[in-house]
């Protein structure tokens, strides 16, 4: 096996081995990293080159011959698709004898997984190159697809979930994670422009791409690497994390239909898709701006003056190579042409003319190719006063596309359909929290003032009348024994009456 770790270079001589669900396997003493011994495989994702061994007569005979090096290595990793189903996902490794071109750490990159490594790497490996420390442009196969993290829910484009306009916290993390994802992609983009077309000739010459050439595309890789980083970092400050989203995978369907073609892969990716973020820009910017969030308001600035770069990168490399192509071809007649052939709908205003002037992208550049050829007939008939119907012309062709074009962009529409959130307004409805008010209705509680009404306890004044109890006094009625000396009395009483007297004194 290889002792050179194929994740970030680490001695896999020094690692430890050891036996993992059965088999035996050696594990990365940097990050851990474990490899099969036999196949060389890691649950990573990774692979290791391995060797045929034999032991013959005490001599340990390796086999590596250049036919082996030669040949990419595979490796099938269960991915989702924007289907949502499982699909085997091809990661083809660099070459061993490529190791430490550029085109080497290119393929490692795109590689990558992680998004946060992916960006951390493309910073190294951009800085090694600034400063000399990798020199050899070289040539390897890149992969298909970039490997994708698995925990990361790829869905079809337009499925995603709607951005809305940063009105809610929950609005302004979509936002962001949509740039996240855009930025990864981004990165993957300009790594695989240089691997892919590391030995391009242009054509009807034997020349080469010039140095500079890479080191714009290495600048370019850099930044989308610190725009993501920017990006992520603040989701994270937010309180979310790039993943926590679902995503999709449109700017590399882009990608795939140019592959065989870095004249349609400058027109369609850098001078299409890039403009169109420039064009795009300032609504989102206005946005955050509108919302309180100068923080992100800032980072988009930032993107925004970089990307005006990256566009002028790819409308210097496309012009370049129509210049010195033999013969020399018309760089605006031959990009009018690409867009035309591969990319998908209609290019419509508006545009941020300011950004695309910025960026060497002129009125002619960019509205020509939205109405192709006709207008060039109307050219022709500028001769004559037949020549004014050559306008009508170019609504023609144009009309059909649009038709077209608008149902592609009906998904740009479906961000409108964000007035959902704003349907979130009916949150304002909880001011009916304020009709709690009614609880004033308490104040009836006041009503405990008939409390007071126990003062008609003052009748209790009544008390006093036990008063009466003097009354008692009557007991001096005792008096009544002198009545003895009424025997005379009783003598000349009719009969009964003695009882009477009895019946008094008793009581």
Request: glycine content about 14%; charged content about 25%; aromatic content about 6%.
């Amino acid at each position: 096996m290889d002792a050179i770790c194929s994740h970030e270079g680490g001695p896999l001589e020094q690692g430890d081995i050891e036996d993992l669900d059965g088999r035996l396997k050696i594990i990365c003493p940097w990050h851990c990293y474990d490899f099969d011994l036999e196949t060389g495989i890691s649950s990573s994702g990774l692979k290791q080159e391995v060797y045929e061994v034999k032991v013959e007569e005490g001599n340990v005979y390796i086999y590596k011959g250049e036919e082996l090096s030669l040949k990419p290595f595979n490796k099938s990793a269960v991915t989702a698709n924007t289907d949502g189903n499982t699909v085997e996902q091809t990661e083809t490794l660099p070459e061993s004898h490529n190791k430490g071109t550029l085109a080497y750490w290119a393929v490692k990159i795109l590689n990558t997984p992680d998004p946060h490594e992916k960006a951390k790497l493309t910073q190294e490996i951009g800085e090694r190159w600034k400063h000399g420390e990798i020199t050899e442009i070289g040539k390897c196969h890149p992969p298909d697809v970039p490997l994708r993290d698995q925990n990361l829910n790829q869905v079809k484009p337009g499925k995603e979930k709607r951005r809305g306009k940063g009105g809610s916290l929950s609005s302004r993390i979509s936002n962001i994670h949509s740039v996240c994802n855009i930025e990864q992609w981004a990165v993957d983009l300009s790594w695989d422009i240089l691997v892919r077309f590391s030995d391009f000739v242009i054509p009807g010459t034997e020349d080469r791409l010039p140095k500079e050439f890479f080191d714009d595309f290495v600048k370019v890789a850099c930044d989308e690497a610190r725009h993501f980083k920017l990006a992520s970092d603040r989701l994270e400050e937010l309180g979310s994390y790039f993943g926590a989203l679902p995503v999709h995978d449109s700017l590399w369907q882009s990608a795939t239909v140019t592959r065989e073609s870095l004249l349609a892969r400058l027109a369609i990716v850098h001078m299409v898709h890039e403009a169109r973020g420039l064009d795009v820009q300032p609504k989102t910017l206005e946005k955050f701006a509108k919302n309180n969030d100068p923080e992100t308001v800032k980072i988009l600035e930032v993107i925004y003056q970089d990307e005006i770069t990256h566009v002028a990168a790819g409308l210097k490399w496309f012009s370049f190579i129509c210049r010195h192509s033999h013969p020399p071809m018309d760089s605006i007649t031959t990009f009018h042409k690409y867009v035309k052939e591969y990319f998908i709908g209609y290019i419509k205003p508006p545009f941020n003319t300011e950004g695309r002037i910025a960026a060497g992208m002129t009125e002619e550049v960019s509205l020509p190719g939205e109405k192709g050829s006709p207008g060039l007939k109307g050219e022709a008939g500028e001769n004559g006063k037949k020549g004014i119907t050559g306008p009508k012309g170019l609504p023609g062709r144009p009309g059909v596309k649009g038709e077209q074009g608008e149902r592609g962009i009906q998904g740009d529409p479906g961000l409108p359909g964000d007035q959902g959130p704003p349907g979130a307004n009916g949150v304002k409805g909880e001011k009916g929290d304020p009709g709690t008010t009614g609880s004033k209705g308490e104040r009836g509680v006041k009503g405990y003032s008939g409390v007071p009404g126990p003062i008609g306890g003052r009748g209790q004044k009544g008390d006093p009348g036990r008063a009466g109890l003097q009354g008692t006094k009557g007991q001096k009625g005792e008096l009544g024994p002198r009545g003895p000396s009424g025997p005379d009395r009783q003598n000349n009483a009719p009969d009964g009456c003695d009882c009477l007297s009895k019946l008094k004194y008793n009581n």
